[in-house]
């Protein structure tokens, strides 16, 4: 319960000090660095080394590939439908294509399954991270009629993102070296993740003029918050996984819209209001839609079952 108490809490705060102009308008920026230069690689540096690999692990790196895909032809076909254009589309399909698994699903996955979870959920957000900065870019950039994404800086996108590195040095250095002497270190750094993450949530939560994209917002939310899930379970169930591993996959498919997606939206003149909407809503809205996705994952729970 206490978790629970600790998520509500933080984004309350979050959200009442930024309401209350108590904060600067840009304070989350702060938060996200130390968030993403220091809190996020040191998960990955205290959990990945201790993942016993296997093939069911692959569940959570393709889930961010699958509900991408999903979402692109979703809103392809809409837009065809429905002569949407093309910011319109793109916004919706990068804030429906990529979840908030660390900021919101860290934390959701260490309130609901335990702090070793999160080990399950790095895969997952690692993966979202890669499509965000490689197609969520190109599309985003080709949407606002930029030439496109050069694809020689991909590499030099990755190796500049403090967790993708994070993560490819806790998969190597263990084969060298034993970084157990230094897990007190990524304990202290790590805890931090949870509050500062759901906290800097709350600073830019928005819901300005929501009525007026109900229903985009209602069509792109339950693509996000109810079909994503409902494919990776479809992928999980086919595959006869069981287990706490497809378990992740699919809590993670169910989180809100990631807040890079909406960046990424504002950053290319996209349909920015729609996209932070999407984030906003999403955010409030998965805090509920995930306690009862928690409860339909129990079947998946015994390997015999």
Known sequence: ????????????????????KLV?????????????????????????????????????AYM???????????????????????????????????????????????AYYGEHAISIAVISDQVTFVLMATVGAMMAMNASNHKGLDLKTVPLKLIQFPPFVASILALILPRFVD??????????IAVTLVPLALFTVGLQLNFTGWQSEIKLLTIGLSYKLILAPVMIIGVALILHLKGIVPQIAVFEAAVAPMITA?????????????????????????????????IVLQHLAAPGS
């Not at 130390?34 to 690689?41: F, L, V």
Request: hydrophobic residues 50%; proline residues 6%.
């Open 1 to 20: 319960m206490i978790n629970f108490i600790l998520i509500g809490f933080c984004i309350a705060v979050g959200f009442l000090l930024k309401a209350f």
């Open 64 to 110: 961010p590939v699958i509900v991408w895909s999903g979402s692109w032809l979703l809103f392809k076909v809409y837009s065809l439908r429905f002569n949407i254009s093309p910011t319109t589309r793109a916004a919706l399909t990068l804030t429906c294509g990529l979840g908030n698994t660390s900021f919101v699903g860290f934390p959701l996955v260490q």
């Open 24 to 60: 600067p308008d840009n304070a989350h920026k702060g938060i996200n660095t130390w968030i993403i230069y220091m809190a996020i690689p040191a998960v990955a540096l205290k959990y990945i080394p201790a993942i016993t690999w296997s093939n069911d692990l692959l569940l959570p």
């Open 262 to 294: 909406a960046v990424l939206a504002d950053q290319y003149n996209l349909n920015s209001k729609l996209a932070n909407l999407m984030v906003g809503t999403g955010i409030l809205l998965s805090l509920i839609t995930t306690g009862v996705w928690y």
């Open 179 to 188: 970084l157990t002497p230094l897990n007190p270190i990524f304990d202290k």
